[in-house]
């Protein structure tokens, strides 16, 4: 069994991959947008590019993600989210997902996404 | 490593199942009632129904749940909804859970839930 | 596979940890503080020490933890609590980790905590 952390900060690690024999987990931390002044599509966009980044370290994509949760600052932004979310969500590979409305910690931040993605642990660990 | 989707629509699944060897992880999206005029009661009665039924589409039961989030959108409605919970949650079987108060999408939600359950990988993928 | 159920109530289980071939995950419930007149400092001591402790009971450590979610009741105590999660996260493995806001429910509760962990299934379990 092994755990790696990527991005590892003091704080948290922005990915932590528990490789379990057969398949390998990666939980991301919960992603928020660095310009947090843009509007709830540029920063749902700037989130799941975040996203795509951190699966792609391992070698993951969006078609590797099994559950995400996403917390909106106002629901009223869920239309407009979604508008983001169904671009970019491969069809035929659509994760579990919840959504609920909830304080962010910078009250510019309009959403962030918690992900977690599974894939193959076939080769070696990078 | 085999991910498989189920009530997969175009933005998210209903549940997505990921074999790890041994065991099969499934990941559920949060439950909420379909009929949303219901009060706390019915609406958490008809969210357990669903985790029932998602749950059996792989021959697994509410014994398998392994951790449960739940949001209400008032949390006085805590007793009434653990009211249900408590007749429906299997002696013996409790998973983990946190409980928490969050806006929801639908103004009349009053409860969603979210669930992770884990089974035996035994035999093969339906 | 294998799942078991520790402190355990009728209700919930604090922790339920599922064997997973090479792995074994550890799903904790959210964790509130027993004395909820305590200060957001006090509260997060008290919670990490549960933590500690529902850890321990399986031969796991904070070293462990793969992912956690914080849900504070007050935004603005974001930086309290870090003074004591900076403290007490061990540096080189910290976990994926998401913070948000959220009405809990005592309302005395500042904080509460949710965490995953993972270790090494080798041995026969207890």
Sequence with gaps: ?????????????????V?????????????VAENSSLDIT???REILHH???????????????VSVTIYLRTVGD??????????WVPAGHTPARATVGAKLIDSEYRVEIQATAAIAATGPVP
Excluded: C
């Design 1 to 17: 069994m092994n755990i790696i952390r990527h991005d590892m900060g003091p704080r948290f690690s922005e990915m932590v991959t």
């Design 19 to 31: 490789d379990l024999g057969a398949a390998r987990l990666l939980y991301l931390s919960g992603q």
């Design 42 to 44: 540029g920063q749902t």
């Design 51 to 65: 996203i795509d980044r951190l699966l792609a370290t391992q070698g993951a994509t969006k078609q590797d993600l």
């Design 78 to 87: 869920y239309a407009a989210m979604n508008s983001v979310w169904d671009e």
